[in-house]
């Protein structure tokens, strides 16, 4: 049972109250919990999932302890801004997408 931490962006005030009744609210919007089973973290991701593609503002990002994961960290991410998470040699890094810079005259 990892501790499993959820970090929300510019979201709705249900995901707050929703959160707060699984997690201790650590900061506005990042929320933890040291003994979060598996089967409970994908309950609360496919909530959050529903929610997210219903309403479809903000950003919420989702990470655990995982042994079998590249870094030794499971990570799930919706919204915006948007970026990649990939693995390099057995660590997660964030690729970012870059807008292209204005065409000089």
Known sequence: MPLCVIVT???????????????????PG??????MTKGVR???WNVLSDWHQQ????????CWADA???GAMGLKTLGEPPKDIVEHE???L???HLSS?????
Not at 30 to 35: D, H, K, M
Not at 55 to 62: D, K, Q
Not at 101 to 105: A, K, L, R, S, T
């Open 94 to 96: 964030v690729r970012r």
């Open 9 to 27: 962006r510019d979201v709705e005030a249900r995901y707050r109250g929703f959160l707060g009744s699984a997690m201790l609210e650590l900061s």
């Open 101 to 105: 810079p204005p065409e000089q005259d």
């Open 42 to 44: 994908e309950r609360i």
């Open 55 to 62: 309403l479809g503002r903000g950003s919420i990002t989702m």
């Open 30 to 35: 990042v929320y933890a919990n040291p003994r």
């Open 90 to 92: 057995s660590i997660l």
């Open 68 to 70: 079998n994961a590249p």
